[in-house]
């Protein structure tokens, strides 16, 4: 089956016609890297991309990295084939199919369906592909509620900025920026919001899309932040610049991390016989109780995830 769960803070986008960056990928330190047959493919360099990324996919030294390959979206003539050719010829080591322009869940459906057909003639096991679901106009924003639901195998809703923006007719050319004149907020408040909603209440990852201005690692932070903030899983990155930033802004804080674990470890002692069946208790000059070990399960999941050791391990008090 599919796994919603994996490490995705970084996701790094590499044009499936570049051998060059492809195996430059394998050596970043990317949670996630999937291989553009979209926009970052001209037309007459797909079907070359498509051999290519097989090809990539089956001699490559992947790692622990998440596999995904993002197809053209069901409005174009080349979906069918990207979806065929690249999973028939390496889907027993590809994880994810990444789907643009998620409009409807008949367009999730109709994914889901060719993977299945393509997973029972070649042997692979039925359902283990996930599916990502870019949510880029402001219909698919309408209908994310029923795309997150469509398929077992949707793992993540990604928010695509830049065809959103064209969408709604945002009056900016940055990507991911305030767009000029709106000084009342976060005009992506709203769509953040949805999007995360929609993902949470399913069980799926939520994951922002890319920050534009790759030299401006600063920006990206800034940005970045924007999203981990409200509970975001990751995000796109475009430039090896933008890796190490994304870890860290998606990763907890060091002092969060331990903080989290000691009150997961003090709430078991203290549940339990040997700490007094207790519900409700103090660790240090801070009240825990059931909603506190919920919260901290959320950090430490999120540290865990991304490696990280404790440097700070509580202990029950002597006696």
Not at 131 to 149: C, F, R, S, W, Y
Not at 185 to 213: C, E, N, S, T, V
Not at 262 to 284: F, Q
């Amino acid at each position: 089956m599919v796994d919603q769960q994996r490490p995705r803070r970084s996701c790094l986008a590499v044009p499936g016609s570049s051998q060059k960056m492809i195996d430059k990928a394998r050596t970043l330190p990317a949670d996630q890297v999937f291989l553009d047959l979209e926009d970052a493919c001209a037309p007459l360099a797909k079907p070359g991309a498509r051999k290519t990324i097989v090809a990539s996919l089956n001699e490559g030294d992947w790692g622990s990295r998440a596999r995904v390959v993002r197809v053209n979206d069901w409005t174009t003539e080349w979906t069918y084939r990207d979806v065929t050719e690249v999973v028939e010829g390496a889907g027993a080591n590809l994880d994810c199919i990444m789907l643009p322009k998620v409009q409807t869940a008949q367009q999730v459906h109709a994914l889901d369906l060719l993977l299945t057909q393509i997973e029972k003639t070649m042997g692979y096991e039925v359902g283990r592909i996930g599916i990502e679901a870019q949510i880029e106009n402001a219909l698919g924003l309408i209908n994310v509620n029923e795309i997150a639901t469509a398929s077992p195998r949707v793992e993540t809703i990604i928010f695509g900025p830049a065809d959103f923006m064209a969408s709604i007719n945002m009056k900016s050319l940055v990507v991911g920026e305030q767009p000029p004149g709106y000084d009342v907020g976060d005009a992506y408040h709203y769509i953040l919001m949805q999007i995360l909603m929609a993902a949470r209440a399913h069980d799926k990852q939520a994951i922002d899309g890319p920050y534009l201005q790759i030299r401006d690692v600063e920006g990206f932070k800034r940005v970045a932040g924007r999203s981990a903030a409200l509970g975001f899983d990751g995000k796109w990155v475009l430039h090896p610049g933008q890796i190490d930033a994304a870890n860290e802004v998606f990763s907890p804080k060091q002092e969060d991390y331990d903080h989290a674990e000691n009150i997961l470890d003090a709430y078991d002692h203290y549940t339990s016989e040997a700490g007094g069946k207790r519900g409700a208790v103090m660790l240090g000059d801070e009240m825990i109780d059931e909603a506190s070990r919920k919260m901290a399960l959320v950090i430490s999941s999120k540290g865990r995830a991304a490696g990280m050791s404790r440097t700070d391990v509580w202990a029950p008090p002597a006696g």
